[in-house]
T-cell receptor, first 115, second 109 residues
């Protein structure tokens, strides 16, 4: 298996632009997580889905952030409009939920720089 | 006070030394995760445990539910173990993880 795939790996954009980050989870996994990592705040959960349904989006910082999972093999995290404080590494992870979540498999991350 | 706290924040060791990283949590959890983040940024799940002890190669993770404490041990440390080690508590009602701040480990040859 190729593991969790994220694209792009690096994104540099100007303040005010729309940014879309993409994630393909491991085939067969039914839980998907979006995380953000910064020096100041460390790793934070933004949102997670079970069976394509958003379960907990309490970590989404504000309305500028939105996430979708139209099917089991694809998810997007969109920031519109972007701001310099959104600069961070965004990780996607997937897992298999049966009775409870198993270990999470992380993608390589997308390093976002907003100037 | 963070819900999940790690110590030490930084740790430098000589190759071959036995290493211990500690994690304490203040809320109820269903499982405790240990993650490793390589210098290049990639994150790998090392362990997920809810009781007792797990071992994988030179890595050992333990958890004491009553004391709300977990430890990660590395035996016969090697420079390639240099990384950031992060513990995370999984909430009892779902899949949310709350992360510690991480421990930067440097193993010198």
């Amino acid at each position: 298996d190729a593991g969790v795939i994220q694209s792009p790996r690096h994104e540099v954009t100007e303040m005010g632009q729309e940014v879309t980050l993409r994630c393909k989870p491991i085939s067969g996994h039914n839980s998907l997580f979006w995380y953000r990592q910064t020096m100041m705040r460390g790793l934070e959960l933004l949102i997670y889905f079970n069976n394509n349904v958003p379960i907990d989006d309490s970590g989404m910082p504000e309305d500028r952030f939105s996430a979708k999972m139209p099917n089991a093999s694809f998810s997007t995290l969109k920031i519109q409009p972007s701001e310099p404080r959104d600069s961070a590494v965004y990780f996607c992870a997937s897992s298999l939920w049966i009775e409870r979540v198993r270990e999470q498999y992380f993608g390589p991350g997308t390093r976002l720089t907003v100037t | 006070k963070n819900e999940v706290e790690q110590s030490p924040q930084n740790l430098t060791a000589q190759e071959g030394e036995f290493i211990t990283i500690n994690c304490s949590y203040s809320v109820g959890i269903s499982a405790l995760h240990w993650l490793q983040q390589h210098p290049g940024g990639g994150i790998v799940s090392l362990f997920m445990l809810s009781s007792g002890k797990k071992k994988h190669g030179r890595l050992i993770a333990t958890i004491n539910i009553q004391e709300k404490h977990s430890s990660l041990h590395i035996t016969a440390s090697h420079p390639r173990d240099s990384a950031v080690y992060i513990c995370a508590g999984q909430e009892t009602s779902g899949s949310r993880l709350t992360f510690g701040e991480g421990t930067q480990l440097t193993v010198n040859p």
